[in-house]
């Protein structure tokens, strides 16, 4: 049993983006289906509109729960997101806040949770669908952001693609990344003698989603001639509808 109320409060925050307007439509596609539910949710992104501000001032409930609409636990969850809410409870740029007293939780990201690997496998499974190929001949390949500041971390990417890979669903299951080794560009190019079905471990609908991978699919698609093997991208982890009870069960750890 979920350890909320219904009483409880919900705020999902995520990046956004000032090129994209459309980039908080998976995590405010979620909020939706949550409120469908019976539950109070309000959605915020550090880059845009709503702003932490308007959310927190749409606000009445006693506790609050914050859920980090990311997908790794780093500088956006520990320290942007806390300095965001700090910065409205403090008076900085809000004219209302949550009831007086109101308890603040915050949740681990929503890219953490266990459950993301199946959503990777049943992508994966889809998109082979899709393109008629068997899964054991295919491989799937799970691209995220990296860092080019702090390489090397061992990501929730990474674990999540184990855990997929262990299934033998796939011929391989590999993780990519756009700023940091394994680079896209190198994994596809290992892998030319497969189908490649490509999955987005990205919670925003931006820049990479729409422009970044696009073209370094392309190429490789390219690089592999007219008759070379499919490489296709299938969807973000974050466009699937599972991830609305993943949004509960990460609240409630908060």
């Known amino acids: 049993m979920l350890d ?7 705020l999902l925050i995520g990046h956004g983006s000032g090129r994209y307007p459309d980039a908080a439509d998976p995590m405010r596609r979620h909020a939706e289906t949550l409120r469908s539910r019976g539950w109070s949710v ?38 942007a997101v806390p300095r965001a809410l700090e910065a409205v409870l403090a008076g900085a740029g809000a004219r209302s806040t949550p009831s007086p007293g109101a308890a603040i939780q915050f949740a681990p990201p929503v ?36 860092s080019a500041i702090a390489p090397g971390r ?10 997929v890979a262990a299934t033998a669903t796939f011929t ?14 190198d994994v596809l190019g290992r892998l030319s003698l ?34 070379g093997l499919p490489v296709r991208f299938h969807a973000s982890v974050t466009d699937d509808p599972a991830m609305a009870d993943i949004i509960l069960e990460q609240a409630a750890v908060g």
């Open 111 to 146: 890219g953490l949770h266990d459950g993301i690997a199946a959503i990777i496998e049943r992508q994966g499974l889809a998109a082979c669908a899709a393109l008629g190929v068997a899964p054991d001949t295919a491989a799937v390949v799970v691209i995220g952001h990296g």
């Open 154 to 163: 061992a990501l929730a990417l990474h674990r999540h693609c184990s855990r």
């Open 42 to 79: 309000e959605i915020a992104v550090l880059n845009g509109s709503p702003t932490v501000a308007e959310a927190l001032g749409r606000i009445g409930a006693a506790t609050v729960r914050v859920v980090p609409f990311f997908m790794e636990d780093g500088y956006f969850s520990r320290v």
């Open 194 to 227: 497969h189908p490649v079905v490509v999955v987005g471990f990205f919670a925003n609908q931006a820049g990479h989603v729409l422009d970044d991978i696009p073209a370094l699919l392309a190429a490789e698609q390219s690089a592999r001639g007219s008759a």
């Open 4 to 10: 909320l109320s219904v009483n409880d409060a919900l």
């Open 172 to 185: 391989t299951v590999q993780a990519a990344c756009l700023e940091e080794a394994p680079f896209v560009a």
